[in-house]
């Protein structure tokens, strides 16, 4: 029961960090300084290292025998 509790609060992490990835994109093709691309790229590189760790964790919490694919962030 604990597991499942982990695993749905580790899914609302893992869907909030793609929606932050995707709003990056989406704001880097309107952004014209090089200064702010820069950030946002930083901060789209940062949240997909911690998406790997959070898929990592979720499917650590899988019953022995289960693993879950992901798409590419």
Avoid at 49 to 73: D, F, H, K, V
């Amino acid at each position: 029961m604990m597991n499942a509790l982990r695993r749905g609060v580790l899914v609302l992490h893992i869907r909030a960090l793609e929606a932050h990835i995707d709003g990056c994109a989406e704001a880097l093709e309107h952004v014209a300084d090089p200064q702010t691309q820069f950030r946002i790229q930083i901060a789209r590189h940062k949240s997909r290292e911690q998406l790997a760790r959070l898929r990592s964790a979720y499917n650590a919490l899988l019953p022995p025998g289960q693993r879950r694919t992901w798409r590419m962030a």
